[in-house]
């Protein structure tokens, strides 16, 4: 049965033509879980490979983001 209610969870769809690579690749995620009694703390490494030599900036967009080192090659 077709529900109307359920249309707006249907994916949308790129064309070939209009695809963009991203500025970044991540091949690789590295996380790491300390528990605690009271907490837990997650520290992610990821490894960025630069795509797009023109972009000059990578906005990690989220809460409690800490950058502990800024390495660039």
């Known amino acids: ?8 969870n249907i994916s949308s769809y790129v064309k070939l033509e209009d695809y963009k690579v991203f500025d970044y690749e991540i091949p690789e995620i590295f996380l790491e879980f300390v528990i ?30 800490i950058n502990k080192k800024n390495i660039y090659r």
Do not use: C, E, S, Y
Request: proline residues 3%; hydrophobic residues 30%; charged residues 30%.
């Open 36 to 65: 605690n009694k009271n907490a837990v703390n997650v520290t992610t490494k990821l490894k960025l490979v630069k795509k797009n030599k023109n972009t000059r900036n990578l906005i990690l967009d989220g809460t409690d983001i």
């Open 1 to 8: 049965m077709n529900n109307p209610k359920k249309q707006n």
